[in-house]
């Protein structure tokens, strides 16, 4: 190909490329934010253990579910996470995925290493010893099957290993365009 129909000698010209498409001008982290608070997601809170065996955890919504077989999971972690530091040492997570009356939940997981997040909610330790939150629509227990860069954030692919819907699920927490929502708006 010669080398001013690249992709990238069009771009750096300035011209558009060859093929018609216009070279992408990029977007800043704010037109990243605004255009995928668009994409309306749940909210879950991702629970673990550190290493002094206290229960840590993070509100997060880039949440996937990635494969049937294998059962798996992706979460992407910020890389100054507390949780992220300690899914690495624990070797396993659990996802929690918040009921609408939760809203305090999500907002107190979102305070970075705020241990009084944990005050009152209850939880148990399941198989893997990481909590699980009472009263939440679904809880989904992982094992880190892999860790994968992703720019300024980690992509932690879990491993499903036991997974629990409540038996009576009410409305799902939902976030869109950067504050929570109903269903029914
Ligand atoms: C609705 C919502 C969704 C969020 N989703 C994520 C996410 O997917 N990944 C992430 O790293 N942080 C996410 N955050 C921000 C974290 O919750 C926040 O940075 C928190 O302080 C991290 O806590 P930690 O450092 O103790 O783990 C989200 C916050 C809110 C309110």
Known sequence: M????APGAAAA????????V???????????????GHFATGVTVITSVDED?????????????LSLDPPLVLVCFDLGSVTLRAIR????????VLA???QHLSRNFARRGFAAAWDGV????????????????????CTVEHSLPGGDHEIIV??????????????????????????CA
Request: glycine share 12%; no cysteine.
């Open 13 to 20: 010209s300035g011209r558009p490329a060859a093929s018609g």
């Open 122 to 141: 209850r939880h148990r330790r399941g198989p893997t010893g990481s909590p699980r939150l009472e009263d939440v629509l679904a809880v989904l227990e």
């Open 53 to 65: 065996g206290q229960p840590v955890g993070t509100t997060a919504n880039a949440v996937t579910s």
């Open 22 to 36: 216009s070279p992408a001008p990029g977007v800043s982290a704010a037109e990243l934010r605004e255009a995928m």
């Open 89 to 96: 040492g624990h070797g396993a997570f659990v996802v929690n």
């Open 2 to 5: 010669p080398t001013d129909t």
């Open 158 to 183: 879990g491993r499903v290993q036991h997974a629990e819907t409540s038996a009576a699920p009410g409305a799902p927490l939902v976030f869109f365009r950067g504050t929570y929502a109903s269903l």
């Open 100 to 102: 609408a009356p939760q």
